[in-house]
């Protein structure tokens, strides 16, 4: 158990709807970042945040978005969904140092229909 | 820009013989790199990383990997395989100033009784 938790671990749901990804990061750990993990592209680095505030970006569509919460748990929305949104959603989180190690959850696996 | 190069996208072994997943990296400097295992329906778990201190690195259940400068490579290796470590296997690269990790394709690994 790496200690970050993600929330619902399994979501179908429809094209052109929206839905909100959940991660709790280990205690303790300032950065939070979102993968994408799909048959066709592979795993993807998405968006990383860091103690709120939003640090780099990746391959993120503008139809996604995230935020990070004072509490430091983070939230990914994906809006306007597409058949080939479906994939396993990772979140990670680290601490601050260059050298940290991220761990990373469960991931969230996300069926469009 | 960071990248790495999984040299083999399934691996198969018999229990009890070593196993050899290989991974090149492509780096402009000195390259953080690691290696993660995803099991099936299973979030990702770090086995091992490199971080410029000593070039062989030992890792979780007996894996280890060798930093290799002059080959730009970063194999993996266990000197005899367990039915358990059936498993997807990811060589990954930090990427640059940011914290964001790069993944390669994957190296399948199976284990036959």
């Known amino acids: 158990d790496s200690g970050v938790t993600q929330t619902p671990k399994h979501l179908i749901t429809a094209t052109g709807q929206r839905v909100t990804l959940r991660c709790s990061p280990r205690s303790g750990d300032l950065s939070v970042y979102w993968y994408q993990q799909s048959l066709d592209q592979g795993l993807q680095f998405l968006i990383q945040y860091y103690n709120g505030e939003e640090r780099a970006k990746g391959n993120i569509l503008e139809r996604f978005s995230a935020q990070q919460f004072p509490d430091l748990h983070s939230e990914l929305n994906l809006s306007s969904l597409e058949l080939g949104d479906s994939a396993l959603y990772f979140c990670a989180s680290s601490g601050e140092g260059e050298g940290e190690t991220q761990y990373f959850g469960p991931g969230t696996r996300l069926l469009v229909l | 820009a960071q990248s790495v190069t999984q040299l083999d996208s399934h691996v198969s072994v018999s229990e009890g013989t070593p196993v050899l997943l290989r991974c090149n990296y492509s780096s402009s400097y000195s390259p953080s790199l690691f290696w993660y295992v995803q099991h099936p329906n299973k979030g990702l778990q770090l086995l091992l990383k490199y971080t410029s201190a000593a070039t062989l690195v030992k890792g979780i259940n007996g894996f280890e990997a060798e930093f290799k400068k002059s080959e730009t490579s970063f194999h993996l290796t266990k000197p005899s395989a367990h039915m358990s470590d059936a498993a997807e296997y990811f060589c990954?690269?930090?990427?640059?100033?940011?914290?964001?990790?790069?993944f390669g394709t994957g190296t399948r690994l199976l284990v036959s009784p």
């Open positions: 990954v690269v930090r990427g640059g100033g940011f914290q964001k990790l790069v």
